[in-house]
């Protein structure tokens, strides 16, 4: 490991340990394919096990993670990188290990994310899909279930709590007020109105 | 050509499965006990319902509605509602039981129902106290 | 080449057929019965649980995600858990390790008996499946004593388990196993030792060792082909690192290998459930205190950790945003390789008739691929 | 089994008031009645397994819970199939497969659906990819409640249908015949016009072979 | 004579359905379950035929069960059920172990010509399997029988039933015939390891999967005629035949279990697999039948 360590740094990259069996290395885009291509032929880690994605809206990127591990299987190494999230695009490492094919053809169709060179980006799960990229977290799944399927539309006679409680409170209070018992009351009702929600256990 | 003479003859072992008796439960005629943990059709008690709507409020699946009741009720329920549940959405989870503060919610043993009519799943939760107290 | 490419029929082994493990299909363009190329399509069980668990706050997403691969959905549950507990730093207790080591072990005996079902099924021994599903079904049985759930169990939660042990159960689930003892002797003369099994299974579906490392293959695959490794051994989780179990391999790499490797591992199994019988500790916390679910909040970082599911392992990349939902869960269960890169070549030069049995062999399992 | 709690609500929509009629069929000679019997004691299934629910298939028809002992059998085609089970919900692309199923059946043919997921969404209520109400797509004859529905509760709407059929109430694939506008409407709405693969595609004379 | 050859298809019809019956039934229970009445087959078989439509591909797809059913029912009424008696002989007098085995494979033809019109691919490679499948079968059953006829000298099954009151029976005076034969009948009946056309992992249901409602109601019936007629012919050939009811039905019966448990031990093999086999080892048993037949016997 501190190897491996020491490698990284010649590359000026710092190697975080985050649990026990877990590393990370942040790279940028540019370096990223020349630094897998180091990971599968200097260091040792040929296996790619996951490529993962995350949608950082906020800050305008996508944040792909590699994750490699060795022959010993014994620490898995996340190799980090973020892209532009607009015209997003990835270099496809489909021919050093054919694995990634899958896994990035699955990156494209939920994310949008390109990648040049890819022989097979069709379908993988959706089909005829005609809306963003559905893993975009601009993309509004509740609002696409409502405009394309009704809901069993019995449950309209539902009432909402909050509103209920306030009626039946002012209504008690216009009682109490007439029975001139207000403070007493008020005093019971404000502790019934803050129920404790612990989630609790199973006793 | 070498022959696997334990290959032929061993299957042949299971016939003598014929004489002993079916594990079969012939449900309906025989029911298989299940425990009373179970997670399986809701039960309210509405006596000490406060209709607070916790369990509304954290169930995911939006299965759960305030309604009024149509029978007397808890005199300090808060908001006069009781949770009435729909199982065209209810995935049995119970985190609206492990949320219920006057633990009035629970979930019963009872688990099956069919019906010819996809509109008939909304559910009013059985008042019944007895299995109640016995859920833990 | 391409005059056979040409004489070719192409069908569709899938996605209603008896010979499909779950709901997915494979397309084949066949010479006779031998088959010139093979296609995987899925999507037929596409939920988009990613994205649903991204609306759920911490609690509410916990119970979705069991559901993300039907056969076993405990390995899920641990890997959301131990996810996020790896996210906020939880510690669990003990007890609650020793119960989820069981319920994992528990689950994996299960699965074992499901797979024996179709695995025997698909070379048409209908005997089998009717025996070892009904077998899976006594561990059902105590499933829903433990966790008040036939098939999902929604019981490990993030800082411990829902619920206690329930009186009696270690003696009851003690005697499961031992007849789980006797009722492995008897699938090993019916099935294991079936010469018809044995004519079909050796020799197909021959994976390659040296692909298996490269190709990221898990389970049953990389262990059918000699490479001894197991995520419970090589970066213990719960009380693995205290319990003494091996690692069954075999070197053929074919149908049969798994097989084998399939057969001794739920032997292991047993014989983990047998050391946590007596190990389990009669008293201690099963569910730290948590905050209540809307105030359960996640910080901004990441993690990825593996379980080893009956298939082979399992992986969950997390991330939070300092908020109460998760930014993103990513699952790369082991059908995704097995099912595309794997199938796909396997098949190629096969038979028809091997189809069924190689996808069960391979532990193929659609929902998972696809959530 | 469940005496109370469960209650129905009026519908507004004209069209699905008339799909909500079910009333006793024209069973009046022997001959039909018999055939109604013959026909609740022997259902041929076949299990599109489309969902959670195929878990709790395996145990429905094996030896623990064993509904060959109804008559309930499975087979492999849906050409000589009775009875398809739909387990559990239903994302577009199988929606389109399993119509296509639903319509290679040979009449009379019924439908159940396993789970809370084809009722009104289930767990999967706010997913892009499932469909929320089956009925509206498929007319459903019996709808077993549960996530998952244990076997018990499968083997309950089997002997619901059996009830039913041998009673002669109107059964669902009379509805789709009178009703088939309603369903392809429906069909067409969340399918667009890609209801593919096309029944009638000839697959074995494509212009490109590798295709689909 | 008409009156006996109705009764007799109606005997075959009931028979055959109730050991199909119990086919489901004694599987049911090596399975561990209690397994569907033995009418279930009757059910099944009425219910089918109420079905309210049948696809069909024109006439020759019609035709296709027809020409099964016929070859089931020559079969059978060219089979004597009882050696003694004359009831139920109809014209058994009239044909000989050629024509039977001729017959056999009308069923297989039959079926070859209405799943091609039917054009599903699965039906078409049910269809090829059945008859790769058929090649291997018929190869040890033939030379059982040619055996039995040389041991017997004559084509008549009535006389060679004749001959075992005498000789013996033939399943302890030839028993490698007899076992060849029974190898190959377990194939004929479509048991495991030899069902390989309707293998429902593999090819859905082979050459019925277009077959539905009153067409598969028929192949049905066919079959279970087909079987009965095929388990009077191995205990006419080789247990002497049935002088009365209850011998016929003992003696069917133990031919019958036999196969079952055959049936429900073993796995499927594959179509080269099955064929490889066939060719070796039960015609190698009938070789060393025929060669002791015709060296010593």
New interface residues.
Partial sequence: MIELISKLEKLSLELVQKQDYLYKVEVKKEQLESLLLSFLNEFGYITLDSINCRDDLEEGNFVITYCLLTPKRDHVVMVQTSIERENASLPSIHTFWPQAEIMEREMHEMFGVDFPGHPTLIDFALEYWDNIPPLRRDFDTLQYVNDMNPF?G??D??????V??KK??EAKKAAKLKAEQEAAAKAE?ET??N??????N?? | MAI?V???L??????G??F?H???????AV??D??L???G?HINNLETC?????C???C???AI????PDIEYNI?N????VP?I??????????CT??C??DSLK?DN?????????????????NHKSIGEEV? | MKNDLENTIKIFHGPQHPGITGNMSVELDLLGETIKRAQTHVGYLHRGFEKLVER??V???F??VCRICVPEPDPNEENFARAVENLTGLEISEKAKYIRTMVLEMQRLATMFLWMGGQAGSIGLG?IPQWSV?DRDYML?LF??LT??RV?H?YAFPGGV??DL?EGFLSRLSDLLDYYEKRII?YN???F???IF?KRAIGVGIVNADDVIKNAYVGQVMRGCGIKKDVRKDMPYLMYDKLDFDIPVQSDGDVYARALVRRDEMLQSIKILRQIIKQMPSEGDILQKIP??RKFKLPADDTYVQTESARGAMSYYMAGDGSEKIRRMQVRGPSLVHAYTLLEKLLVDSQLSDVAMTMNSLGICPPEIER | ??E??????D?DDSLKCKL?E?GTQNTHSVMEKAAAWFRSRSIFVVAYGTGCGAIEMPPTFT????AE?MGVVGVATPRQADLIILSGYLAYKTLRRVIRTYEQMQKPKYII?LG?C??????Y?DSYNTIK???DYLP????????M?????V???F??LQK?IKNG?KAGWEKYDENLDFYKKNQKRVLGNHVDPSYETDWYNLENGSEV | MIFQIILLIMLAYVVGFIYMGLYRN?T???????GPTVYQTFYDSIKLFSKKNSVSYGWMFYLGPVIMATGAVLTLILVPVFSDSDFLRSVTTQGNLFLLLYLMVLGPLGNALAVGTGGNPFGVMGVVRGLTRLIGLELPFYIAVVGLIIASNSSDIVHIIDLQKTTGLNILVHPFLFIAAMISMVGFFGASPFDIPGAPQEVYSGPRTEFSGKFLALLMSQGSIFAFAKLVLIIDLFLGGADSLWMLVIKTFAIFITII?IG???GRYKVEQAVDFLMKIPTLIGVIGLVRIIWFG
């Fill in positions: 069993r019995q449950r006679d539902a009432l909402d709590a909050k209920e409680m039946k409170r009702l019934q109105n129920p404790s929600q612990e989630v609790q199973e006793e | 696997d334990k290959g032929v061993s299957p042949l072992s299971a016939i499965t014929l002993e079916p594990k079969t439960i012939t449900y309906p029911k298989k299940i425990p943990g179970y997670r059709f406060i209709g607070c709507a916790s509304e409020e954290v995911m699946n939006d509605d305030m309604v009024h300090k808060t908001s006069g509602c009435r729909d199982y065209g959405r209810c995935c049995w989870c119970s985190l492990d949320v503060p006057p979930l009872i688990c099956t129902h069919a019906d010819s009519n996809p509109d008939n799943f909304l559910y009013m939760p059985k833990s | 759920r706050t609690v509410q997403a119970t979705i005997l009904c049985d829903e004593e008040g759930g999902y929604m829902r619920r329930p008897v003369n019916t099935f030792d079936n010469i044995k209540k679910h | 089994m469940m109370s709690g469960f209650h129905g609500c519908l909500e079910s030896s623990r819970y064993d002992r659906t809370s084809p009722i009104n969404g289930g767990m209520w109400k089956l009925d459903v004859d019996v709808s077993v409640v549960g996530c529905p244990r076997p018990e509760a083997i309950d709407g002997s619901l039913r109430e | 004694i049911a229970r090596i399975q561990g379950r209690y448990f429900i031990v073993y």
